[in-house]
T-cell receptor
Framework: AQSVTQLDSQVPVFEEAPVELRCNYS??????LFWYVQYPNQGLQLLLKYLSGSTLVKGINGFEAEFNKSQTSFHLRKPSVHISDTAEYFCAVSPRDDKIIFGKGTRLHILP | ETGVTQSPTHLIKTRGQQVTLRCSSQSGHNTVSWYQQALGQGPQFIFQ???????GRGNFPPRFSGLQFPNYSSELNVNALELDDSALYLCASTGWASGRGSNEQFFGPGTRLTVL
C-alpha cells in the first residue's frame, strides 16, 4: 500500500519570497511521484512528475521538486512566489498502474 | 484546457436519492478514473475503467458504480445517497502528454454534489 503525508496544511508566504511545500511518501514498491495544483473552484492541473532519472524535476510556473529516496521525500519549491500562486497543492504517488494516491493538500497563502 | 468535460457543474440531492454524473474524455483516451474530493481533503480514488471494463476499485461501497462507453464518455452512479457523499467528483482520462513524453491523467473541472 502507498500513502502520502503533506506536513503542512497551510503555508503563508510573502509575495516574491521563496517557498517549500513538504511531502513524504510511503510505498513498498517503486512509484511515480507528482505535484498537482488546484485553483479555487477548478479541477487539478499537473505541475510536475518524477518517473526516473534526475532527482531534480522542473515543472510549470517556475516550480521544481527534488526526489530524495533515502528520506522518501518529494518537496516542492519555488524561488519567488506570485499572488497568482495562491492555490491548493497536492502531492501524490502512483504505483505505476495509473491509480493515484493523493495527500491531503497544502494551501498556499501569498501575503502582499 | 485538458479536453475533459464534466456535467453537471453543481448538483443538489437529498438523502436516499440516486445520482448520475457524466464525463467526456478526449478522443483516444481508453482509461477513465473517478475520484471523490471531500471538502478540505485530497481526492480519493473511486474506480477506474479501461475499454468499458472496471480496472480497479478503491475503498468505496458497491452503491458507487460506473459505466464507460465506446464514445469516450463515462458515468458515475451513486445510489442511496448519504450526507457524507457531498463532495467534488473528478474524472480523469489517461492519455499521452506529448510535452512530457509520457502518459498522464488529465482531470476535468469536477461536479460538486451536495446531499441534503
Amino acid at each position: 500500500a502507498q500513502s502520502v503525508t503533506q506536513l503542512d496544511s497551510q503555508v503563508p508566504v510573502f509575495e516574491e519570497a521563496p517557498v517549500e511545500l513538504r511531502c513524504n511518501y510511503s510505498s513498498s514498491v517503486s512509484v511515480y511521484l507528482f505535484w498537482y495544483v488546484q485553483y479555487p473552484n477548478q479541477g487539478l492541473q499537473l505541475l510536475l512528475k518524477y518517473l526516473s532519472g534526475s532527482t531534480l524535476v522542473k515543472g510549470i510556473n517556475g516550480f521544481e521538486a527534488e526526489f530524495n529516496k533515502s528520506q522518501t521525500s518529494f518537496h516542492l519549491r519555488k524561488p519567488s512566489v506570485h499572488i497568482s500562486d495562491t492555490a491548493e497543492y497536492f502531492c501524490a504517488v502512483s504505483p505505476r498502474d495509473d491509480k493515484i494516491i493523493f495527500g491531503k493538500g497544502t494551501r498556499l497563502h501569498i501575503l502582499p | 484546457e485538458t479536453g475533459v468535460t464534466q456535467s453537471p457543474t453543481h448538483l443538489i440531492k437529498t438523502r436516499g436519492q440516486q445520482v448520475t454524473l457524466r464525463c467526456s474524455s478526449q478522443s483516444g483516451h481508453n482509461t477513465v478514473s473517478w475520484y471523490q474530493q471531500a471538502l478540505g481533503q485530497g481526492p480519493q480514488f473511486i474506480f477506474q475503467y479501461y475499454r468499458e471494463e472496471e480496472n480497479g476499485r478503491g475503498n468505496f461501497p458497491p452503491r458507487f458504480s460506473g459505466l464507460q462507453f465506446p464514445n469516450y464518455s463515462s458515468e458515475l452512479n451513486v445510489n442511496a445517497l448519504e450526507l457524507d457523499d457531498s463532495a467534488l467528483y473528478l474524472c480523469a482520462s489517461t492519455g499521452w502528454a506529448s510535452g512530457r513524453g509520457s502518459n498522464e491523467q488529465f482531470f476535468g473541472p469536477g461536479t460538486r454534489l451536495t446531499v441534503l
